[in-house]
């Protein structure tokens, strides 16, 4: 399967696994890569296939000024542990670029992109975007005022 295909399907197959207040998200696709967003397109959620690799990154991105990322990155760090309970152990949040950051997971591609492996990655995808974004709207609203 092309990757483009692969993305497309993960997003047509992320929506329906969320819940209603969460179904209303803006996307865009890249290359070889996903993007899904409520407010502004630099802070995202990104599915990223690195097929030479056999790597699929899943994530939430920062990709902003360096302030706004490392903000960001400082807002979730203290609730790394409950992200951490709920998403698993696995999931990292790091400085990535001198100026992004971002909350993410590398998986291994076991095998070729698949409807099946496009029905997990979009599940996962979900998972994210379920634990995450209150948490992002949260901060949001706190530095709204």
Do not use: N
Not at 43 to 49: A, F, P, S
């Amino acid at each position: 399967m092309r990757i483009k295909d692969f993305l497309l399907l993960v997003q047509d197959s992320v929506g329906p696994r969320l819940s209603k207040p969460l179904q209303a998200y803006e996307w865009r696709q890249r290359w070889s890569l996903l993007q899904i967003y409520y407010d502004k397109p630099a802070v995202h959620y990104e599915v990223w296939v690195q097929r030479k690799k056999s790597l699929i990154e899943l994530g939430l991105h920062f990709e902003g000024e360096q302030e706004e990322s490392y903000r960001w990155a400082e807002a979730l760090a203290p609730r790394a542990l409950e992200i951490q309970s709920q998403l698993g152990p696995d999931v990292e949040l790091e400085e990535w670029t001198q100026s992004w950051t971002r909350l993410h997971e590398v998986r291994r591609i076991e095998h070729d992109l698949s409807d099946e492996l496009a029905e997990e990655t979009a599940e996962r995808l979900a998972q994210f975007i379920e634990v995450l974004e209150p948490i992002v709207a949260e901060e949001r609203a706190a530095v709204a005022g």
